[in-house]
């Protein structure tokens, strides 16, 4: 028998195996469902809940998936069975604060096997040392000291940015026009990607792989994860040879350590004196061009859409934003300072993000067996918090389907009742980064228009993030005043 058609042998019977294994254990959870466990459905074999979860994301309250389960079967804990695997989701801020406080101890961040396979060397697929080392080294360019230098250019590339899409329109659709704009920034910002043409091509793969990301990782022709892979392949190539063009360039003194992320990752070591390989830096830079526009984009087309559809809060924005305006010289750039002063504008920002989560969730393995609430969570399970069972419930969030920007006010929501960046070591690593850049845009929009929304009643599914199914369409109204 020749090698390679043992190769072939040995790999169809190694799948064979591990495909039987997965069956087994499927209809071992389904048919003799430990005791121990939270109670729950883990639904379908292989698919479990997916589908309900999805078809959820395109109801008019998508929190109703966790928030119906709750109340069937435990409003501290309940198990399901999403994107192939077992899960059990963690409720209210209990549930919330247990997961963040115990990193590292009885959990560890997970995400789908699709991201992992789409982002292979990156953080997401970083645990323990490595990745606090690996995250450390990113952090330098999204700490404090790098967003104040960012403000600015952030308020230049806004401004430019209006003029070009916004300014001489009477109308506008808002998402694809916002989500340009947030991956222009990102792209500039991490990696001096400036070319229009390059940021086209790329914007135009990143489309296609935001479709597939959180999906069932089935590479075959037709399916999304098949498109997604073909989308993050072509991006990674492009993102490869600019990083060995940036390479180039810092040999030769052209660029600057200090220019970009691009340059750091290149050029610095981790605590070990370890380079992070070419790999590396490409699925990282993938990561937070990813995590930095998609959510973003989200969050300022819903902001939008409040402030189109509350006329009171649109004016004390404004007056917020005029008075600050008027503080500074004609022609001078937003500061870091300004951007402090920006507190009802954040709070509006908080509530749209409470009424209209940019994610729906995240996601922990349990790294031990724990006792959680009275049941046992075995190892190797995968344990998901989201916002939905919290930032709808009146218990937290008086008239919770009210838009109350005050809440924030004072002492605000209650400890982890309130998460949208999620908590604890693992938070989301754009946090800082998204409040500049969406109150940047804000200050900018508001002071040159009004706008009326074109569809009033337009639906917004999650795929996988809040996106209007019709783009959200605006009619423009040019203030008299810019100041």
């Given at each position: 028998m020749s090698s390679s058609l043992?190769?072939?042998?040995?790999?169809?019977?190694?799948?064979?195996?591990?495909?039987l294994y997965f069956v087994i254990k499927t209809f071992k959870e389904r048919l003799f469902p430990n005791p121990h466990l939270p109670p729950g459905s883990l639904g379908w074999p292989l698919i479990g809940e997916s589908l309900e979860f999805l078809r959820s994301g395109h109801s008019p309250q998508p929190e109703r998936f966790t928030r119906d389960r709750m109340e069937k079967y435990n409003p501290q804990v309940f198990k399901t069975s999403l994107l192939g695997e077992s899960m059990a989701v963690f409720c209210g801020p209990a549930g919330n604060k247990f997961l963040f406080s115990n990193e590292n101890k009885l959990v560890n961040l997970w995400w789908p096997r699709s991201v992992k396979k789409l982002l292979e060397s990156s953080l997401v697929n970083a645990v323990g040392d490595e990745a606090k080392k690996m995250k450390r080294m990113i952090m330098t360019s999204l700490d404090q000291d790098a967003l104040k230098r960012y403000v600015g250019r952030m308020d230049l590339a806004t401004q430019h940015h209006i003029r070009k899409h916004w300014e001489g329109k009477e109308e506008v659709k808002v998402y694809p026009t916002v989500n340009l704009y947030t991956f222009e920034l990102s792209c500039h910002l991490f990696a001096s990607i400036d070319d229009p043409i390059q940021v086209s091509k790329l914007a135009h793969q990143f489309h296609i792989f935001l479709k597939g990301v959180i999906h069932f990782p089935i590479n075959i022709p037709g399916t999304r994860f098949y498109s997604a892979s073909k989308a993050a392949n072509e991006i990674k190539k492009e993102l490869r040879l600019i990083a060995r063009q940036r390479r180039d360039a810092l040999d030769k003194k052209i660029a600057s350590a200090g220019q970009d992320l691009l340059s750091h990752l290149l050029l610095s070591t981790d605590a070990g004196g370890r380079f992070l390989s070419e790999s590396e830096i490409v699925d990282n830079l993938l990561l937070l061009l990813f995590a930095s526009h998609d959510t973003?984009?989200?969050?300022?087309?819903?902001?939008?859409?409040?402030?189109?559809?509350?006329?009171?809060?649109f004016e004390m924005v404004l007056r917020e934003q005029l008075d600050i305006a008027k503080s500074k010289e004609a022609g001078e750039l937003l500061k870091w300072e300004d951007i402090q002063k920006m507190r009802y504008s954040w709070n509006v920002v908080y509530e749209v993000l409470r009424l209209m989560p940019p994610i729906r969730g995240a996601f922990r393995e349990a790294i031990v067996d724990f006792t959680y609430a009275g049941y046992t969570i075995p190892k190797g399970w995968k344990l998901c918090w989201t916002p939905a069972s919290t930032t709808k419930?009146?218990?937290?969030?008086?008239?919770?389907?009210?838009?109350?920007?005050?809440?924030?006010?004072?002492?605000g929501?209650?400890?982890?009742?309130?998460?949208?960046?999620?908590?604890?070591?693992?938070?989301?690593?754009?946090?800082?980064?998204?409040?500049?850049?969406?109150?940047?845009?804000?200050?900018t929009i508001v002071k040159r228009f009004k706008w009326d929304l074109l569809?009033?009643?337009?639906?917004?599914?999650?795929?996988?993030?809040?996106?209007?199914?019709?783009?959200?369409?605006?009619?423009?109204?040019p203030r008299q005043s810019s100041a």
């Open positions: 043992y190769d072939h042998l040995l790999l169809i019977g190694t799948l064979s195996l591990l495909s973003t984009t989200s969050v300022i087309t819903c902001v939008i859409k409040y402030l189109a559809e509350l006329p009171e809060v419930d009146p218990g937290f969030f008086p008239n919770a389907e009210d838009f109350v920007a005050s809440r924030y006010e004072g002492a929501p209650a400890p982890y009742s309130f998460v949208p960046f999620g908590g604890g070591p693992r938070i989301c690593m754009g946090n800082e980064y998204a409040r500049p850049q969406i109150l940047v845009f804000l200050h569809i009033p009643d337009e639906k917004i599914p999650y795929d996988p993030m809040p996106a209007p199914s019709q783009g959200l369409p605006v009619r423009l109204q």
